[in-house]
């Protein structure tokens, strides 16, 4: 048997070693708190043409590392998520509906907010350490996972709480919270350190956890958040081990802490000063992401990295009525709400490297400069990044997400149906006790306790094609098209196991029923 010489033997092993790194993608989920469709001088929404066509708003932000990362990707305009934020957090983990996963509602770090008639089963405790996730799939099969930011997965005192029960090797200020207690390190990301609360001691702690090396400092959440993933990124190329960061901001949630940085960019924008700081929170976002795609160029590895961009839910900008088109126009509607600005977020997916030769191209090829407008959800990227991967779910384990290769490549996929269920049995909120179901150009809204708000009716029905900004009501005028999407409202209820409001006076669930 002949043997290697030493020097010769490394070579080989280092190479191959490279050789495996290069092959297996790293993976970047960029997800944003609270913004919208809108919050972004990039276009999404497109005319009937297809071509894109800006509004208002999209003049007001500044998100210029947004349309860097949509030059070299493709962005939807028809991306959904779940209107408030643990549902899409847990879709997103597990490729699973909120109806499914029955984490419908966020989630109150210390007390079940399930409403008072919301269903008592609800899954309040999120995800625990025994669930099926992304990250756990992807440390199996050799990625380093990486948690920064956001989790609201789970309530204090639950192991879901913690990301690293989740399946992430690191955790970086994941905790129980969904929003901070301050964007300032010099408040120690906690609301009972700002002078306004000096001696009053807020119940429920909201303090970011883990970032106590920058307290005391003049430095922003965002910022800090941003310098966190670039050196575990770093940690990670070092050690040649592919990647998984799932870098979730805190931006853009209240509370509406303007940004020093870019204060200056509003100040003659004559909108109220909250609108003014909420800018801030965006163009801080924006620029963490070009921080991000810049290290990726300066460590080499842009090549062989998926970015994906994306929002939880629609947006809270202090603009405007929660139920008219301001906070999100021209969209209907905000954050909770059953409209489309509640549920429609932004969407970006590229490699970040210019290289159209590298493997993992041809593996998931991305159109450049692009705009999908075939209807996807959050919960698709599940099975999407997993296959990427080379990794199977295990059996056994329900996934409502289908793969969006076909769409990232810029083409229809004839073979995904144009569907999305989103389920909220819960109050109070912008909108209370609502499914609302989507199929095509059609979407219907079903409101289990009527209110003034859906002009004392269960139903609400839109055409988007002819009405996107949903203005008008069809429901008595289109009676076998709502009769049509009833059905599948509830049969997607029943499918999904959906736990449902109830009634306080028989103790019985509420359900949806056909006109």
């Not at 490279?18 to 970047?28: K, W």
């Not at 001691?201 to 970011?208: F, I, L, T």
Request: proline fraction near 10%; charge should be neutral; include cysteine.
């Amino acid at each position: 048997m002949r043997f290697l010489p030493p020097v010769l033997l490394s070579f080989v092993v280092l190479m191959t070693v490279a050789s495996a790194v290069e092959q297996t993608p790293n993976i970047i989920v960029f997800l944003v708190d609270d913004m919208g469709v809108m919050d972004t001088s990039l276009p999404f929404l497109t005319d009937p043409s297809g071509k894109p066509q800006r509004h208002p708003l999209n003049d007001y932000y500044r998100t210029p590392s947004m349309e860097r990362l949509a030059a070299r990707g493709i962005r939807f305009n028809n991306f959904c998520a779940m209107s408030v934020c643990s549902p899409t957090r847990i879709s997103l983990m597990t490729g699973q509906n909120a109806a499914r996963h029955r984490t419908t509602n966020w989630i109150n770090p210390d007390q079940d907010n399930r409403g008072p008639n919301g269903p008592p089963d609800w899954n309040w405790q999120g995800l625990g350490k025994e669930a099926v996730t992304l990250p756990a799939l992807l440390r199996t099969n050799g990625y380093r996972t990486i948690h920064v930011g956001k989790g609201h997965f789970a309530p204090r005192g639950f192991d879901g709480a913690d990301p690293a029960q989740l399946g992430f090797d690191i955790n970086v200020a994941g905790g129980s919270i969904g929003a901070p207690g301050s964007y300032f390190a010099a408040q120690h990301f906690d609301r009972t350190q700002h002078p306004k609360n000096k001696g009053k001691a807020p119940s429920g702690s909201q303090a970011v956890p883990g970032l106590e090396k920058y307290h005391g400092q003049d430095i922003f959440l965002t910022e800090a958040l941003t310098l966190e993933a670039k050196a575990h990124v770093s940690a990670a190329v070092k050690e040649k081990k592919p990647f998984f960061l799932h870098l979730a901001h805190y931006a853009v949630h209240a509370p509406f802490n303007s940004d020093p940085r870019f204060a200056a960019h509003y100040t003659d924008s004559g909108k109220p000063a909250s609108a003014q700081a909420f800018a801030t929170l965006i163009e801080g976002m924006d620029k963490s992401l070009g921080d991000l795609l810049d290290h990726l160029d300066t460590l080499g590895i842009a090549d062989h990295t998926l970015v994906i961009f994306l929002g939880d839910n629609g947006p809270d900008a202090p603009l405007g009525d929660p139920h008219e088109v301001a906070c999100a126009a021209p969209l209907r509607g905000k954050k909770g709400s059953h409209y489309e600005g509640g549920m429609r977020v932004p969407f970006i997916a590229a490699w970040a490297g210019p290289s159209p030769e590298d493997g993992h191209r041809k593996r998931l090829p991305i159109a450049e400069n692009a705009i999908q407008s075939q209807q996807a959800a959050v919960y698709d990227l599940f099975p999407t990044l997993l296959n990427l991967a080379g990794i199977k779910p295990p059996p056994g384990h329900v996934i409502d997400g289908k793969r969006l290769d076909t769409l990232l490549a810029g083409t229809p996929d004839p073979t995904r149906d144009e569907t999305f269920l989103m389920h909220y049995p819960h109050a109070p909120h912008r909108s209370d006790y609502w499914t609302s179901y989507r199929d095509g150009p059609w979407k219907v809204i079903y409101h289990y306790f009527p209110t003034k708000v859906s002009e004392g009716s269960p139903y609400q029905l839109f055409n988007l094609t002819a009405d996107p900004f949903e203005q008008t009501n069809l429901a008595t005028t289109h009676p076998a098209d709502l009769q049509r999407l009833m059905k599948s409202l509830i049969s997607g209820l029943e499918e999904q196991q959906a736990v449902y409001p109830m009634d306080q006076t028989t103790a019985t669930p509420v359900k949806p029923r056909l006109p």
